[in-house]
T-cell receptor, first 109, second 113 residues
Framework: GIQVEQSPPDLILQEGANSTLRCNFS?????LQWFHQNPWGQLINLFY???GTKQNGRLSATTVATERYSLLYISSSQTTDSGVYFC???????????FGKGTKLSVIP | DAGVIQSPRHEVTEMGQEVTLRCKPI?????LFWYRQTMMRGLELLIY????????DSGMPEDRFSAKMPNASFSTLKIQPSEPRDSAVYFC???????????FGDGTRLSIL
């Protein structure tokens, strides 16, 4: 099946700093989603981005499907951004989302 | 609009008991997914329904697990008998179609003592 690798596994930021999270995948995808799992365990949809670039406030994401990677940018980080960020993909013709292991982000005041 | 609704949010029970988790998908979504999240294995797909029909249950760990979707607005995941190794967070997700973005409920945190 499709493989998903996220980096870095852990990240500690000072409040106000910017960061880039990376997701590499092993095959063509028809679905790529970024999620934020907050400290209460909720999985929040951030982006549906199988290709291209999207922005939502301080967050933006870019997927380069031909090179099989996606990036999530967080600008001016806040303590509420803490949690685990997951990249999840499904291959062409598939419905099954395969999740990466996540990047654990800690934003300190 | 209401999102995916799961109940209960937390469940603590003794091994051997029957556990039933419930899910109401987003109205109009025809695809429903049950996932399990553990520290060891991360997020794993258990079963996928399309138009209320189970399409893929290859992720269901064993016969103790069963899932139903009697109509477009309700699904259950049942464990009977439960075991301590079933302790995990169980998520339900729905999407408009199988390759559209999946929206997750808040999950049920299950603890089997």
């Amino acid at each position: 099946g499709i493989q998903v690798e996220q980096s870095p596994p852990d990240l500690i930021l000072q409040e106000g700093a910017n960061s880039t999270l990376r997701c590499n995948f092993s095959d063509s995808v028809n679905n790529l989603q970024w999620f934020h799992q907050n400290p209460w365990g909720q999985l929040i949809n951030l982006f549906y981005i199988p290709s291209g670039t999207k922005q939502n406030g301080r967050l933006s994401a870019t997927t380069v499907a031909t090179e099989r990677y996606s990036l999530l940018y967080i600008s001016s980080s806040q303590t509420t951004d803490s949690g685990v960020y997951f990249c999840a993909v499904s291959g062409a013709g598939s419905y099954q989302l395969t999740f990466g292991k996540g990047t654990k982000l800690s934003v300190i005041p | 609009d209401a999102g995916v609704i799961q109940s209960p949010r937390h469940e603590v029970t003794e091994m051997g008991q029957e556990v039933t988790l419930r899910c109401k998908p987003i109205s109009g979504h025809n695809s429903l997914f049950w996932y399990r999240q553990t520290m060891m294995r991360g997020l794993e797909l258990l079963i996928y329904f399309n138009n209320n029909v189970p399409i893929d249950d290859s992720g269901m760990p064993e016969d103790r697990f069963s899932a139903k979707m009697p109509n477009a607005s309700f699904s259950t995941l049942k464990i009977q008998p439960s075991e301590p190794r079933d302790s995990a967070v169980y998520f339900c997700a729905s999407s408009f179609s199988s390759n559209q973005p999946q929206h997750f409920g808040d999950g049920t945190r299950l603890s089997i003592l």
